[in-house]
């Protein structure tokens, strides 16, 4: 039976290269997965090629999909963002379908195709349920949302800095904007199967910089491949509504 895999979290928190890695170290895995490529506002980053990471479309297209039947239209991050059902459906056709990106529109896809085939939803967070429970426990601790916003602003930079060199104001509004809303995302978590904790985004060299992802990365590889391939891994997590209530 088809599946389809949905892997979700923060921006930056290093779903890219997390796939990326996936493709390289276990290439008869990443074969079967076909990519569900959904349409974005937003223009391309360095390297991104049209109708490979998106269909790159004027807001105003997109804004114009509402009107039509079969579209997901979503405002994420301020990026308009819409998927086709149809083109989902299609895709399956071919093998088990892979969205990577982030959780709201995850989260719809899952409600769109939970009862047409086997949904495998995965969520990457830049923090885990133990540290979570730690820092809610300390009665001088800093307010978790500020401390999530404030780890995610720092990768969102890091990563910027390494495409661009230069930052503009258009930049660094886009990284508030994306920092500004990685807590609401992670409070999605507790609606995905499996949460995968991530300390190594996008960021991070340990994807790439030692030919073998080391640190995080190398724990997010392994719980993610072991998922895919249909087995228990012992480096993930489960969380429920309660936990970031």
């Known amino acids: 039976m088809k599946r389809f895999i949905v892997l979700s979290g923060p921006s930056c928190v290093g779903k890219g290269p997390l796939h990326t890695a996936f493709s390289n170290f276990y290439p008869e895995l990443a074969a079967n997965l076909k990519k569900l490529v959904l349409y974005n506002c937003r223009s391309p980053r360095p390297g991104e090629i049209d109708g490979e990471a998106y269909h790159f479309r004027s807001r105003e297209e997109?804004?114009?999909?509402?009107?039509?039947?079969?579209?997901?239209?979503?405002d994420v991050r301020g990026d308009l963002q819409a998927v086709d059902l149809q083109e989902a459906e299609r895709t399956l056709q071919?093998?088990?379908l892979f969205?990577?990106?982030?959780?709201f529109v995850g989260?719809?896809?899952?409600?769109?195709?939970a009862s047409k085939v086997?949904?495998?939803?995965?969520?990457?967070?830049?923090?885990?349920?133990?540290?979570?429970?730690?820092?809610?426990s300390q009665e001088r601790g800093r307010s978790?949302?500020?401390?999530?916003?404030?780890?995610?602003?720092?990768?969102?930079?890091?990563?910027?800095?390494?495409?661009?060199?230069?930052?503009s104001l258009k930049d660094?509004?886009?990284?508030?904007?994306?920092?500004?809303?990685?807590?609401?995302?992670?409070?999605?978590?507790?609606?995905?199967?499996?949460?995968?904790?991530?300390?190594?985004?996008?960021?991070?060299?340990?994807?790439?910089a030692f030919y073998y992802p080391l640190g995080d990365s190398r724990k997010a590889l392994l719980a993610f491949s072991d998922l895919v391939a249909g087995k228990a891994s012992p480096l993930v997590e489960k969380w429920d509504e309660r936990l970031l209530s």
């Open 62 to 74: 997109i804004e114009g999909l509402r009107k039509k039947e079969g579209f997901i239209v979503l």
């Open 107 to 113: 989260r719809k896809l899952q409600e769109a195709f």
């Open 172 to 208: 660094l509004e886009n990284i508030e904007r994306r920092a500004a809303s990685a807590f609401t995302e992670l409070k999605e978590a507790w609606n995905f199967e499996y949460v995968i904790p991530n300390h190594d985004g996008e960021d991070s060299e340990n994807w790439n």
């Open 144 to 167: 978790l949302a500020d401390l999530v916003t404030d780890v995610m602003r720092r990768k969102l930079l890091r990563r910027t800095q390494r495409q661009k060199n230069i930052l």
């Open 99 to 103: 969205f990577e990106g982030n959780p």
């Open 94 to 96: 071919a093998g088990d």
């Open 118 to 136: 086997t949904v495998l939803s995965i969520f990457l967070a830049p923090i885990s349920k133990e540290e979570i429970l730690f820092l809610q």
